[in-house]
């Protein structure tokens, strides 16, 4: 079974960084293209950022310049540095795989206050 565990959020003012982790567990991890994604309150989850088995990332336009997706295929983990970050961006965010790779975990909540 695989397990996905985000981690990292928090509350911060405009303008500052969360560095967010994701750890999954079960699966051939090296193998998948991963995925950041995020919903708001009332919203659908939407794709963030998409990182390739080979760490090539693509980005949402409203990401890119300010998002930095990585991953550690020795750890299985994945993680999205997140700068200069907007009220806007305040929601859950979650990871996993494209196609998905299992089950959705908890989230991770970050707020942004103005």
């Known amino acids: 079974q695989v397990q996905l565990v985000e981690s990292g959020g928090g509350l911060v003012q405009a303008g500052g960084s969360l560095r967010l982790s994701c750890a999954v567990s079960g699966s051939i991890f090296s193998m998948y293209t991963m995925g950041w994604y995020r919903q708001a309150p009332g919203k659908q989850r939407e794709l963030v950022a998409r990182?390739?088995?080979?760490?090539?990332?693509i980005y949402a336009d409203f990401a890119k310049g300010r998002f930095t997706a990585s991953r550690d295929n020795a750890k299985s983990t994945v993680h999205l540095q997140m700068n200069s970050l907007k009220p806007e961006d305040t929601a859950v965010y979650y990871c996993?795989?494209?196609?998905?790779?299992?089950?959705w975990g908890q989230g991770t909540q970050v707020t942004v206050s103005s």
């Open positions: 996993n795989g494209l196609p998905q790779l299992g089950p």
């Open positions: 990182i390739s088995s080979t760490s090539v990332p």
